[in-house]
């Protein structure tokens, strides 16, 4: 049982397009990471965010936390090639729980296609 | 290159059999983190150790066992394998104990249980 559920978990667009992906829990985390990770490769890093209502925005990509701590999305404005991989959403350790202690997502599977 | 080492890069072994796995952190981090990601189950958390003191514990084995020595490499012991077992290794590595602090992660090691 996942205790962050990620949606859509496939998702193939044009270059161009814009795409949102969502992460959602019913628990709420004290911080939410997102990665990007790339077929035979470590998860990398995109952001971490620990405020609720906090939004974030590196480039093309936009990452909101929920006020209430327990969801995130993930937007993407005018997704490129180089966008293609799985995004995974991370929960830290909720505030009655032990620090280091992260939940995954099953991920969401990006293509964008030239 | 995240600078988290991991060794070795593939691994094929029978059933029954006990591997060790290897990482070294980036220059200069104390934690240290222990992830198995398979197909059906994604991204989970095994343990976390910070500065040679377990830290945080998931959804480990008994099977399973890890340490993180002095000079803050740490090794995964997964014992009395099974098929199940087959999966990508990832170690990752980050400054300090807390969630908020970013993770860094190695490039894996492909565990094949035959």
């Known amino acids: 049982t996942q205790l962050l559920e990620q949606s859509p978990q496939f998702l193939s667009i044009q270059e161009g397009e814009n795409l949102t992906v969502y992460c959602n829990s019913s628990?709420?985390?004290?911080?939410l990471q997102w990665y990007r990770q790339e077929p035979g490769e470590g998860p990398v890093l995109l952001v971490t965010v620990v405020t609720g209502g906090e939004v974030k925005k590196l480039k093309r990509l936009t990452f909101q936390f929920g006020d209430a701590r327990k969801d995130s999305s993930l937007h993407i404005t005018a997704a490129q090639p180089g966008d293609t991989g799985l995004y995974l959403c991370a929960g830290g350790g909720k505030k009655t729980d032990s620090w280091g202690k992260f939940q995954f997502g099953a991920g969401t599977q990006v293509v964008v296609t030239p | 290159d995240s600078g988290v080492t991991q060794t070795p890069k593939h691994l094929i072994t029978a059933t029954g059999q006990r591997v060790t796995l290897r990482c070294s952190p980036r220059s200069g981090d104390l934690s240290v983190y222990w992830y198995q990601q398979s197909l059906d189950q994604g991204l989970q958390f095994l343990i976390q150790?910070?500065?040679?003191?377990?830290?945080a514990k998931g959804n480990i084995l008994e099977r399973f066992s890890a340490q993180q020595f002095p000079d803050l490499h740490s090794e995964l012991n997964l014992s009395s394998l099974e098929l199940g077992d087959s999966a990508l290794y990832f170690c990752?590595?980050?400054?300090?104990?807390?969630?908020?602090?970013?993770?860094?992660f190695g490039p894996g090691t492909r565990l094949t249980v035959t």
């Open positions: 990752a590595s980050s400054v300090g104990a807390s969630e908020t602090y970013e993770q860094y």
């Open positions: 150790y910070y500065n040679g003191e377990e830290r």
């Open positions: 628990s709420v985390f004290s911080s």
